[in-house]
């Protein structure tokens, strides 16, 4: 409290750096603190960058209510780089949807979708259109949500990540069995199963379910009851 503001920011800054160190590889872990350090010594996007980590690993565990006050703190100090405004927004659009709030959740995606466009990020520009697709679907505006999930597999092939790719053919396949529509919805959930084994035994275990239930609806139930029991098979192996 003796220090005066200028020695006071560079300690912070001193500490933060020597955190960094000793936490190399996992700074996840002191994320809040980190962030705290680099606001008090003015490194805006040193902070802004802890903030989404530690906001990020809150989304993860479920915590949508840290998750979005640290996501929206982030936002709150002020981004210059369309990269981060980009993720920032994009993730606290994701725990605004996950809190049930989808008007502001739609205007936050929106948002990141703009910052996406701006920096001609592919990989970042489907993951904001995928959710701001499955919120169209869900609030019942289909012809706006086949829009969205259509360009962000659109631009999901022109990535190489096979997780964005992923994530955008399961959203749309999702629209398609809302609607009803479980032939397109099937050859959707077909496709990223054909990424095997570059995807997850839980994301395998529930594209089976969903294709299993889609084969259900289109009456082919020896198909169906194949999928399911494949998909409960993988999930007793994976628990196990």
């Avoid at 960094?20 to 902070?47: C, F, M």
Wanted: aromatic share 8%; proline share 1%.
């Amino acid at each position: 409290n003796g220090l005066g503001t200028g020695e006071r920011r560079l300690l912070h800054k001193e500490v933060a750096e020597v955190l960094e160190i000793i936490y190399e590889g996992h700074t996840e872990d002191i994320s809040l603190q980190l962030a705290r350090h680099y606001e008090e010594s003015e490194q805006t996007e040193k902070a802004v960058t802890y903030l989404n980590q530690a906001g990020s690993k809150a989304f993860r565990i479920g915590a949508f209510h840290e998750a979005k006050s640290l996501f929206e703190k982030g936002l709150k100090l002020g981004i210059n780089d369309n990269n981060q405004h980009a993720r920032l927004t994009q993730r606290l659009g994701a725990s605004l949807y996950e809190l049930g709030e989808w008007t502001e959740a739609k205007k936050i995606l929106e948002q990141s979708v703009k910052s996406a466009r701006s920096m001609d990020s592919v990989t970042d520009l489907s993951v904001s259109l995928s959710l701001l697709g499955r919120l169209m679907a869900d609030l019942g505006k289909p012809s706006d949500a086949e829009s969205y999930l259509k360009e962000s597999v659109e631009v999901a092939r022109l990535s190489n990540d096979k997780d964005v790719l992923r994530r955008a053919l399961n959203e749309f396949a999702y629209l398609f069995s809302n609607r009803g529509v479980f032939d397109e919805a099937q050859k959707l959930y077909r496709e990223v199963l054909s990424m095997t084994p570059d995807i997850s035994k839980t994301t395998v275990t529930h594209v089976l379910y969903d294709l299993g239930f889609c084969m259900y609806m289109l009456g082919d139930i020896e198909e169906a009851k194949k999928m399911l029991h494949e998909s409960i098979d993988i999930a007793n192996l994976t628990n196990n």
